[in-house]
């Protein structure tokens, strides 16, 4: 199969925010104890966090986390994670049907965040809770001091304010399951007036409306609507959510999923600008994808769990080399829509739907995901360039016309370089491929990687080292094109420089 990149220095789609490469830390299972948290543990440091887990965590270079939930936030009451643990009260978490220490709260949460060197993407409880509850929590983590909520703050031990900058009004208000669950009108009041208190107590902060949690809910898109005709004014993005799933086996369906995610993006776009312009308003609603990922393996293990254990193994995914293969065309395709979409979080970090497993008393594994987004994450950054592409494409169970390659590339102009992500979702055959990309001079190889050779049912679960990135000799250079080999079922990554 042959395929042509083409592209040019001054075409863009758009400066990427590396907010785009953020994750997500919840209350659920085993990934704040266990997972972020194990004192006692032999890389434990003096706070009780492993450090493996931390220096994975830079690996993967994450700029942002999101926390403390997720379903668990819409029952949580922030202050039962503040002062003293002795005082602080065990409670019921009906989101995950677990019991909550509350050992790790905001003080330690934000610990672990500035050791991990990465922000907090903080989710107010708009489930049992309100406005009140909300302005509390940003008086007491951004307020400088001298009242009651930020006073109370420096007295626990955090002289300096928090400066939280992006909060999330609630999560997935409009599901069924979700404790505290709205109508589309119910949560678009709530979540203007809570907006409005919050923006009163610190105006420099940044809101995420709650879309629908995921583009198959019967109320998507009406949803999206009204809960903007409400909050428009009050709020700076709206979230996505989309979790993928491989039931059926089907590889070339399951990976052209993320055509889907695509899609919906642009759907989720057009529905802020149609309200957008019914307002006549001049500001532009961006989009936080604030959870997406696989999530499936783990269902029928969790569904058989007794309730009201501490942190106990839930959605514990093992993720095979397909499932990689599927979060880089995610992470490509959330890349070509950087011009609306300036956060997104992988759903989620440690031990939960995560990349980073950790064994309790023992050693810390990297799932296969872990691959591709710590390439995007650490070498994606910059603009990303608009391309033109011609790869043959087929037909799917569910999809029509799916490119065989899927593909971006990003142009980093503090280090001179252009990178290509690309995953070849053929089975069966290699692509040549040559790449134009023109306005630059002096192109020459930095590296060019593969993940590739794998059974697309290969995990790292038995042997933690059983998956490799690895050089790609095929590629070559005469300084303005670019020619070299994808094979089948591929994530491949070249990093070129130029003069
Ligand atoms: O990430 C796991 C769960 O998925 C989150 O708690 C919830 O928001 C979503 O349904």
């Known amino acids: 199969m042959k395929v042509t990149i083409k592209g040019h220095k001054d075409q863009e789609i758009s400066k990427i925010d590396p907010r785009i490469y953020g994750s997500f830390v919840e209350h659920l ?97 708009l489930g049992t809770r309100g406005a009140d509850a909300a302005r509390n929590l940003v008086e007491y983590s951004n307020h400088p001091g001298g009242t009651y909520w930020s006073d109370l703050r420096k007295e626990n031990g955090a002289e300096e304010p928090f400066a939280i900058k992006t909060w999330c009004l609630g999560n997935e208000m409009d599901g069924p399951w979700q404790i505290g669950a709205k109508t589309a009108e119910e949560y678009g009041r709530l979540a203007t007036e809570t907006a409005k208190v919050m923006k009163l107590v610190d105006d420099s902060i940044e809101l995420v409306l709650c879309g629908s949690s995921g583009s198959k809910m019967p109320t998507f898109g009406e949803w999206e609507y009204t809960v903007l005709e409400h909050a428009y004014d009050e709020v700076d993005y709206l979230s996505l959510h989309l979790y993928w799933q491989n039931f059926e086996n089907d590889l070339p369906n399951y990976l052209a999923k993320s055509v889907e ?60 080399f397909e499932d990689a293969l599927l979060v880089g065309c995610g992470l490509i395709t959330l890349l070509n829509n950087s011009d609306r979409v300036k956060i997104a979080c992988l759903a989620q970090l440690v031990n939960v739907i995560a990349p980073i497993m950790t064994i309790k008393d023992g050693e810390l594994w990297k799932q296969p995901t872990f691959y591709p987004f710590m390439q995007a994450s650490n070498f994606g950054r910059g603009k990303v360039l608009d391309l033109r592409l011609d790869s043959p494409t087929y037909d799917s169970d569910e999809y029509k016309n799916v490119p065989y390659l899927e593909s971006t590339a990003v142009l980093n102009e503090d280090e001179k370089e252009i990178v290509i992500f690309a995953v070849n979702r053929s089975e069966k055959d290699s692509m040549e491929v040559e790449s134009i990309i023109e306005g630059f001079e002096g192109l020459s190889i930095i590296e060019a990687t593969e993940l590739a050779d794998y059974d697309p049912k290969q995990t790292t679960q038995e042997k933690h080292d059983s998956m490799k990135i690895k050089e790609n000799a095929t590629f070559k250079t005469d300084g303005a094109t670019v020619e070299g080999s994808f094979k089948p079922l591929s994530w491949n990554m070249v990093r070129l420089s130029y003069n």
């Open 29 to 125: 299972g085993r990934a704040v104890y266990e997972g972020i948290y194990e004192p006692g543990h032999p890389t434990a440091n003096e706070l009780g966090f492993r450090q493996d887990v931390i220096d994975a965590v830079n690996e993967l270079n994450v700029p942002l986390v999101r926390y403390p939930g997720g379903n668990f936030v819409s029952g949580y009451n922030w202050e039962d994670g503040i002062g003293p643990r002795k005082d602080r009260p065990k409670r019921l978490d009906l989101a995950w049907r677990s019991v909550e220490t509350n050992e790790v709260g905001l003080h330690e949460f934000m610990d672990w965040a500035n050791q991990a060197g990465t922000e907090v993407n903080m989710a107010v409880n």
């Open 261 to 320: 995610m695509d899609q919906f993006i642009k759907n989720v776009a057009s529905i802020c600008d149609a309200v957008k312009a019914k307002k006549g308003s001049e500001k532009t609603i961006n989009l936080s994808f604030d959870e997406w990922n696989v999530w499936y393996h783990s269902t029928e293990a969790d569904a058989k769990r007794e309730p009201w254990d501490i942190a106990p193994p839930l959605l514990e995914d093992i993720y095979n």
